[in-house]
């Protein structure tokens, strides 16, 4: 059996005993009790508590209850695919016994990206509903407003899905990790290209004027270093709420830039390579990774106007013949034929959320039978030299106590017309 794809293919036997085992404690420990003491939740059954601690909420004997926020609706509303994604996984999990004896309630409510709504759904979700943690909440802006009301709750806010460098600070923020590599870590793997490759490079950058845009320039500068204003002739910012970035990028071109850097959501990704195209600039384009999705970016933009369109990757392209070869796409592509045939599983966004339901599967899996919240965060943060099935085997996640980042390598790819195709070797931001 290969190493890549060695938990969905043993998980179940595990998954047997452990449930047999649980059952058997829960059962004299009703006896003991005379059947009283049963936990909230809709299984309505007495859960056994956490070694580490007291009962935990949205847990019980058969049920791990989580929540999340996904912009279903709204500017950001091509990531909702995301939560599709990671309900089908959870929904496979569940068929195959659970983990650890216990099914997933994953609860996705939509927060449309707007930072207020997803305050209330948080609420919502931790004070009525009652779940055990917050899973891949979507958004730099969304997750800004709740990570200190979640971390003065001591509830995990675990693998955000947004790459803002905030996600890794267990200092002041012990309860909230994020999943994919920051952005800081993308720019300056850009920086490192440029400044190795592209030595004649005049770059401009646009970006999102929020935390998600910021830590591009950010990285960039940690990049480039004293070189940065020599290379950087402008850089321009857009709102979600502009309606276009076109006079945005019009402004760029006329600054002589012959290097674009776009750290942009979706729709306004699609926007700008259709204006690059459209205006006849030819620059050396840098997409952000967040950004790239076939199915969401590429298509309707136009694949002839997206040729030549680079970026850092840390997961593998669907879309690339190569890998049709490969056991760990093979693997994806036949849970997306199963559980989500209406999805498009060229869709890179549905191979993220592959990849890091698997992690969070690793993590419960971990914790055994001590549920409690502590001991979730402690998990997550030991993780050594995993490797999730659709990653280059080369690219491993790792964390610690100190150690909030999961990823810290990404690989270049450039769009040639079919996939995102990768080139050169692995770069690590250190």
């Not at 694949?303 to 049709?324: E, F, H, Q, W």
Request: overall charge neutral.
């Amino acid at each position: 059996m290969s190493k890549r794809n060695w938990f969905v293919r043993s998980t179940i036997a595990i998954i047997t005993l452990a449930s047999v085992l649980l059952v058997t404690a829960c059962e004299k420990k009703k006896a003991a009790t005379g059947g009283a003491g049963t936990a909230s939740g809709s299984a309505g059954v007495a859960a056994p508590p956490p070694a580490g601690g007291g009962g935990t909420p949205g847990v019980t004997a058969t049920e791990i209850k989580i929540g999340q926020t996904m912009p279903y609706s709204g500017p950001a509303s091509a990531y909702g695919v995301i939560g599709k994604t990671e309900a089908g996984f959870f929904k496979m999990i569940n068929e195959k016994g659970g983990i650890n004896g216990r099914k997933i309630n994953l609860i996705s409510l939509d927060d449309s990206y707007s930072p207020p709504k997803t305050v209330e759904q948080i609420r919502k979700l931790v004070e009525s509903e009652g779940v055990a943690f917050i899973f891949n909440s979507l958004g730099t802006p969304s997750n800004t407003a709740i990570q200190n009301y979640l971390n003065e709750k001591k509830v995990p806010q675990l693998f955000v899905a947004t790459g803002a460098d905030k996600w890794a600070d267990p200092t002041n923020h012990p309860w909230t990790m994020g999943w994919q590599p920051s952005y800081r870590t993308e720019a300056q793997i850009y920086a490192r290209y440029l400044t190795e490759e592209k030595k004649d490079a005049k770059l401009c950058v646009l970006y999102q004027n929020d935390d998600f845009g910021k830590d591009y320039l950010t990285g960039l500068k940690e990049g480039l270093k004293d070189n940065y204003d020599k290379l950087v002739v402008k850089t321009a910012s857009y709102e979600v709420s502009d309606p276009t970035i076109d006079s945005q990028v019009v402004s760029l071109q006329a600054a002589g830039c012959n290097a674009l850097l776009t750290a942009a959501t979706p729709k306004f990704a699609a926007q700008t390579i259709r204006k690059v195209f459209d205006i006849g600039w030819k620059p050396f384009h840098i997409m952000s990774n967040v950004a790239v999705s076939r199915t969401t970016v590429l298509q309707p933009a136009g694949l002839d106007k997206s040729m030549g369109l680079v970026t850092a990757g840390y997961i593998l392209d669907p879309s690339c013949p190569s890998s049709n070869d490969n056991p760990g796409m093979q693997e994806y592509r036949a849970f997306m034929k199963q559980w989500l045939p209406e999805l498009d599983p060229n869709d890179n966004s549905s191979v993220y959320a592959y990849g890091v339901s698997l992690t969070l599967a690793k993590v419960l899996t971990q914790c055994g039978s001590d549920l409690s919240r502590e001991n979730i965060m402690k998990q997550a943060a030991s993780l050594q030299h995993f490797t999730i099935p659709v990653s280059a085997p080369e690219i491993e996640i790792n964390t610690s106590p100190t150690d909030f980042r999961p990823f810290a390598q990404m690989q270049l790819a450039k769009f040639d017309g079919t996939c995102l195709a990768p080139f050169g070797k692995v770069i690590s931001s250190e």
